[in-house]
């Protein structure tokens, strides 16, 4: 038969004010080694055991913390060093971006390893054995009753414990006794052949990882799709002298449809050469009127009266009804929609070329109704 050990005595109460009472007594009379145990948690016990607050917050804090410097961390050594690349004319280091991704590994280490800190640290997970399972004890105050632990220290003997359990009304005192499994037992957790097992782990892990990406894939017969004579994109190239695969446009260079426009700061050039391309038909006066209503209107007015609609926040433009612009070409007019004149913005950005054309050819009905001679009204 293995010899015992003592763990301490407990007693049982029979009501959650009893236990409350008991556990504040405890604690007065200098005892330090005690738990209390009930069927539910029963709300003032942590300041009638007189107990601390919990360490493990601090756990908490600290792998929060290195969830938040390992993101900051991991982003700017990514983005910033690693592999620098302009996106959105942003900085390299583009701090406020970084922030959801700080916030959710802060969350996500510090409630992931506090878990595994509480369960391991705390608990000394995988033991889960204890003095008081199997204890007539514990079923009793897993069930409907409250009980009180104190375990023996230099200053109080065994004795006096039952002694105090019986002065504090308690009933069924007994002793506990240790299981040898408990007494043996160490935390596998911290050992050091557990930790050097997970180092190794590590090493391997990682160590397979390089070998397989940077080396494996780049072997005969795992290269076949990836080796091609073909150049991608951000891929280096011995082939041009400057080391680049992807190559600058040639000086010069016209993108499709966007022609550059020729008369730059040449007005009257273009009211000579430039022809409007486009028919006076339904179609393209619909385009016109639609174009003309959403991007000229706000300044010039529906009507071209030059009664703008922004309340004086922006100067009034001239009519068009004018001699002068009624006497120039849709050439020139295109210029000023295309160049902009003086305070007004050019408008090439937001209008094409043939919506800037048949802007005009609207703009022309409605100089015409301004004006109109007697063969219009026939
Ligand atoms: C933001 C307000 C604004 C918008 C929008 C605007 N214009 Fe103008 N526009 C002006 C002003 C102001 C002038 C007078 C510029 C100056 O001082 O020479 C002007 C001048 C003109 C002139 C020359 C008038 C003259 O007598 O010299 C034409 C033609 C013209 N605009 C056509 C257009 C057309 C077509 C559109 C739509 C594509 C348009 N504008 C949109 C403000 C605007």
């Known amino acids: 038969m ?25 604690s007065e ?25 919990s360490k493990l ?77 199997d204890t007539q004890y514990m079923k009793a105050v897993s069930s409907d009753r409250y009980g009180i632990c104190i375990e023996p220290d230099e200053n109080h003997t065994i004795e006096e414990i039952e002694l105090f359990l019986k002065s504090l009304g308690a009933k069924d005192i007994t002793k506990i ?31 397979a990882t390089y070998f397989s990406l940077n080396k494996l894939m780049f072997m005969q017969p795992f290269n076949w799709m990836r080796e091609q004579a073909k150049v991608i994109p951000q891929e280096s190239s011995a082939f041009f002298t400057d080391g680049f695969g992807m190559r600058m446009p040639v000086e010069g260079t016209v993108a499709r449809e966007n022609l550059p426009y020729l008369f730059k700061n040449q007005p009257e050039e273009a009211g000579k050469f430039l ?8 179609e393209n006066l619909n385009l016109g009127k639609k174009k003309y209503d959403i ?52 408008y090439s950005t937001q209008l094409t070329n043939n919506e800037r054309w048949a802007t005009i050819l609207y703009l022309r009905v409605l100089q015409r109704s301004f004006n109109a001679k007697e063969s219009d009204l026939r």
């Open 275 to 282: 022809i409007n391309p486009l028919e006076a038909n339904e």
């Open 29 to 53: 009379k200098g005892f330090k080694k005690f738990d209390v145990h009930t069927p539910y948690p029963v709300h003032g016990m942590d300041s009638a055991m007189k107990l601390k607050p």
């Open 177 to 207: 006794y240790y299981d040898d499994e408990e007494l043996k037992y160490k935390n596998v957790i911290l050992q050091p052949k557990f930790l050097l097992f997970l180092a190794l782990i590590a090493v391997i892990v990682s160590g």
């Open 57 to 133: 917050a601090y756990f908490s804090l600290v792998f929060g913390l290195t969830g938040t410097f390992s993101a900051l961390a991991l982003m700017y050594w990514t983005s910033s060093i690693d592999y620098p690349v302009i996106i959105g004319g942003k900085p390299f280091f583009s701090f406020p971006a970084y922030v959801p991704i700080m916030f959710e590994l802060t969350v996500l280490l510090a409630a992931v390893m506090t878990v595994v800190t509480l369960i391991s640290i705390f608990f000394k997970f995988p033991n889960i054995s204890h003095p008081l399972h």
């Open 295 to 346: 991007y000229c209107s706000p300044c010039h007015g529906y009507f071209g009266e030059g009664d703008s609609r922004l309340r004086g926040q922006f100067p009034n433009p001239p009519s068009i009804h004018s001699e002068k612009v009624r006497n120039w070409s849709d050439g020139r007019i295109f210029h000023v929609v295309t160049e902009g004149q003086n305070i007004m913005p050019s």
């Open 2 to 26: 293995n010899k015992k050990y003592l763990y301490g005595g407990v007693g049982l109460f029979d009501s959650p004010d009893d236990i409350i009472k008991a556990a504040s007594e405890t």
